[in-house]
């Protein structure tokens, strides 16, 4: 019988500067995963609580006096021999000129330069949520009314989307060609990426995202899209999960975590269905099925980049 991993409780904070940059500390020689970067902080310790712990570890690492604000993300990890939870915080205000005490390299970078550097499993999804969108429309069939259908993606963008999957299989080739083309353009005047539903082809002619299908994963060799285009990949176990890491997507789509109307009776995952496949992968992971707002900061503790839906995200 296999020993139970052991569990660690690791609490990060999220240092900005008056410039907009995020401090990173990359990992001494003589630590696991040594000469990656990562979010400043350390373990908590039994019977102290999260804020007091961080606190510590700032003072003790980087020589301030932090005050430590709202939860950003809990990530669930599991590496060799140990199973991680990297509990980040922000911090909004701190006192002291943060310095490496202990012989650690220290750096400051600007947000959209985050994901160039190389970093523990457990840290990746923490650029997710400080980059990425927490909540990602899938738009329902436009139906026979493709005016109406207009009028709420644009209240839908107007409310704050900044994400969005294009799903129209029921249309032509050609209406859905120029329906796409349309969302596209109300995407980009509204400063929000579009993704199309598995159509790379036409993802590629019109510069936007593509959504791949968990069938479409096994047959790709590579990445479809250049970098910087959004590729995304909807997932229902840990294969899916592994392969979409592997082509470098750069999130993930994972459900069913509750039931849904649109496929009554599925087997659902669960939070700790989620959890466990999450804690495998690197990847920024969206959470969907039967999800709200309301469920935005349970699923953040959790692990989710944010909440996928289409009911509950479409006025």
């Known amino acids: ?30 630590s696991d995963l040594s000469g990656l970067w990562e979010f400043p902080g350390g373990k908590r ?23 430590v604000g709202d939860a950003l993300i809990e990530v669930p990890q599991e590496y060799p021999g140990k199973r991680l939870r990297l509990e980040v915080r922000v911090i909004p205000r701190w006192k002291g000129t943060p310095r490496g005490r202990e012989g650690q ?17 457990a840290d990746v999804p923490v650029v997710g949520a400080l980059r990425q969108p927490d909540r990602y ?9 493709p005016a109406a259908w207009r009028d709420s993606l644009a209240r839908a963008l107007a409310d704050g989307i900044e994400r969005v999957q294009l ?5 032509a080739p ?12 109300d995407c980009r005047k509204a400063g929000a990426g579009l993704l199309l539903n598995r159509d790379i082809a036409l993802a590629a002619e ?32 840990l294969d899916d999960l592994r392969q979409a890491q592997a082509l470098g997507c750069d999130f993930a789509v994972l459900g069913p975590v509750k039931d849904t109307a649109t496929h009554p009776g599925a087997r659902t995952l669960g939070w700790d269905g989620f959890v ?29 980049q944010g909440i996928a839906a289409i009911r509950s995200l479409w006025p």
Do not use: F, K, N
């Not at 310790?45 to 005050?67: D, K, N, Q, T, V």
């Not at 999450?278 to 953040?300: F, K, N, S």
């Open 105 to 121: 390299a220290l750096t400051w970078v600007a947000p959209e330069r985050l994901a160039r550097y190389s970093m523990p499993s």
């Open 167 to 171: 799903r129209a299989r029921s249309l």
């Open 206 to 237: 019109l510069g936007v995202g593509v959504q791949l299908g968990s069938e479409q994963l096994a047959g790709l060799a590579a990445r479809p899209l250049p970098a910087g285009v959004p590729v995304g990949a909807s997932c229902h176990d």
């Open 137 to 145: 429309l899938v738009t329902p069939e436009p139906g026979d009314e």
């Open 276 to 304: 466990a496949l999450r804690e495998q992968v690197a990847l920024p992971i969206y959470a969907i099925g039967g999800l709200t707002v309301d469920d935005l900061p349970v699923a953040r503790g959790h692990g989710a």
């Open 45 to 67: 310790e039994p019977g102290e609580s999260s804020e007091a712990a961080l606190a510590r570890e700032l003072h003790e690492e980087l020589g301030i006096e932090a005050e």
């Open 1 to 30: 019988m296999e020993s139970p991993l052991r569990s660690i409780h690791v609490v990060a904070g999220v240092l900005t500067d008056v410039r907009g940059r995020v401090l990173l500390a990359r990992r001494g020689e003589d």
């Open 174 to 185: 050609a209406a859905y060609t120029a329906l796409a083309r349309a969302v596209a353009e």
